[in-house]
């Protein structure tokens, strides 16, 4: 009996050390991605010559026909975001990522940027986007960020918090469509997605699933001033 039990212990000591081990073993492998030394690369440059040209293109291009289209809108001509908000959703995109699947390379992962503009109208009650009524962020457009993962030769839309999104992509999986019949925002399908844009933080909506833990906002100028803006 004692002998059995003793056998029964060692078992179980070994498959929890086995588990450690290899936990530790994929963090470890994530943590070495995640600490990749670029010292030895540059950074990347442009020269403000050709900043202003861009920059300047666009307000004398697409800001102007957007404000011509709809005079009491003004189009924004900067999107804020800090560093640490970036890095962290940088990090959890690679960490959730290689967790689930720990074959997902860095050089497979990447965020693709789509242009959006919020709505007409944003009520305080507004579970998401509340905290910017009455900012002045009405029609202003934006920038949302959703992560991509390469399946095959294509970057797809993915969540790395829902494992049905890395064979098939978020469009694929059917999960994350419209469901909307206007654009009054009554029907905005519920399930959330990773994303870097106009989300709140911590989403008051505790209760929606899958959560996902999207980002604060960017800041917009305008609204804001363009005080610390050098183009």
């Known amino acids: 009996m004692n002998s059995t039990r003793t056998l029964k212990s060692i078992i179980i000591a070994l498959l929890i050390f086995l588990g450690i081990s290899v936990t530790t073993n994929i963090l470890s492998q994530i943590g070495e991605d995640l600490c990749v030394d670029y010292s030895s690369k540059e950074m990347n440059t442009l020269s403000a010559g050709v900043v202003h040209e861009i920059v300047n293109g666009y307000r004398d291009r697409q800001r102007r026909y957007i404000k011509s ?3 009491a809108t003004i189009g924004t001509e900067a999107i804020w975001f800090d560093l640490e908000t970036s890095k962290k959703f940088i990090y959890h995109l690679e960490v959730n990522s290689k967790s689930f699947d720990n074959s997902i390379s860095s050089a497979d992962l990447g965020l693709r940027f789509y242009y959006a503009s919020y709505p007409a109208l944003i009520a305080p009650q507004d579970p998401e986007l509340g905290d910017l009524s009455g900012k002045g962020y009405e029609k202003r457009h934006t920038l949302v960020a959703i992560p991509t993962k390469r399946i095959g030769n294509e970057d797809i839309d993915f969540n790395p918090l829902d494992f049905d999104t890395y064979t098939l992509g978020l ?6 469509d419209r469901t909307e019949t206007d654009d009054s925002f009554n029907f905005r399908n519920t399930r ?8 709140m933080e911590e989403s008051s909506s505790k209760d929606l699933q899958p959560t996902t833990g999207a980002q604060n906002h960017g800041n917009l100028y305008p609204p804001l001033g363009n005080s610390g803006l050098a183009f």
């Open 171 to 176: 469009k694929a999986t059917g999960k994350y």
């Open 192 to 199: 959330e997605v990773t994303a870097l844009g106009p989300a």
């Open 69 to 71: 289209a709809d005079p």
